[in-house]
């Protein structure tokens, strides 16, 4: 069964660089048949899509982010993250790693890991 | 970005009865909507894409429908368990985005 891990630490100041990872159990990540994302919820609000890494390599990011937000994937240790620099108390969320799958042309997320939750502070 | 504009915003129910939660977008988006569940301090859940397919193992009590700009979820009969935010989301076109949420409460 597919397991999705977010891992990386909760607490990030003002400024730096906010790193989480993904680690993918149960299924390859190089599976052509799905691509991998990350989403993002402030406590108490909505959903947010920060961006997507395909089997090509190819990334795509919110634009509202994409200055600051890098995605990658390392094959061999089935594992993606992400990096989003210049971190402000605004980025402070509960981060889910998951896995998206194309059907008929739409795009969504099937399975998800169950978040993490970054506080940025000084 | 093609806003998605969930209504109501909240609704209370009872178990048993029958419940319809309405997303509108901002732009057409053909058939490239998704229906998510999210229960308190869990990570969201798939539950119907392009617009009226139902996920596998989602029970069938869930169903959606509509195309180009309107859609709607339907809960045929309330269960216990279906207490939670609903959340739609637009794949037409980057970035994707998500509604603000309907929270389905017990009356």
């Known amino acids: 069964q597919l397991q999705l891990q977010e891992s990386g630490p909760g607490l990030v100041k003002t400024s730096e660089t906010l790193t989480l990872t993904c680690i993918v159990s149960?299924?390859?990540?190089?599976?052509?048949?799905?691509?991998w994302g990350w989403i993002r919820q402030p406590p108490g609000k909505g959903l947010e899509w920060i961006g997507s890494?395909?089997?090509?390599?190819?990334?795509y990011y919110n634009p509202s982010l994409k200055s600051r937000v890098s995605i990658s994937v390392d094959t061999s240790k089935n594992q993606f993250s992400l990096k989003l620099t210049s971190v402000t108390a605004a980025d402070t969320a509960v981060h889910y790693c998951?896995?998206?799958?194309?059907?008929?042309?739409?795009?969504?997320?099937?399975?998800w890991g169950q978040g993490t939750l970054v506080t940025v502070s000084s | 970005d093609i806003q998605m504009t969930q209504s109501p915003s909240s609704v209370s129910a009872s178990v048993g009865d029958r419940v319809t939660i309405s997303c509108r977008a901002s732009?057409?988006?053909?058939?490239?909507l998704a229906w998510y569940q999210q229960k308190s301090g869990k990570a969201p859940k798939l539950l119907i894409y392009?617009?009226?397919s139902l996920q596998s193992g989602v029970p069938s009590r869930f169903s959606g429908s509509g195309s180009g700009t309107n859609f709607t979820l339907t809960i045929s009969s309330l269960q216990p368990e279906d207490f939670a935010i609903y959340y739609c989301q637009q794949s037409n076109s980057l970035p994707l985005t998500f509604g603000q949420g309907t929270r389905l409460e017990i009356k």
């Open positions: 149960g299924g390859s990540i190089r599976n052509s048949n799905f691509f």
């Open positions: 890494v395909y089997y090509s390599g190819s990334t």
């Open positions: 998951a896995r998206g799958i194309a059907v008929a042309g739409s795009e969504n997320f099937d399975h």
């Open positions: 392009t617009a009226s």
């Open positions: 732009q057409h988006i053909t058939s490239w």
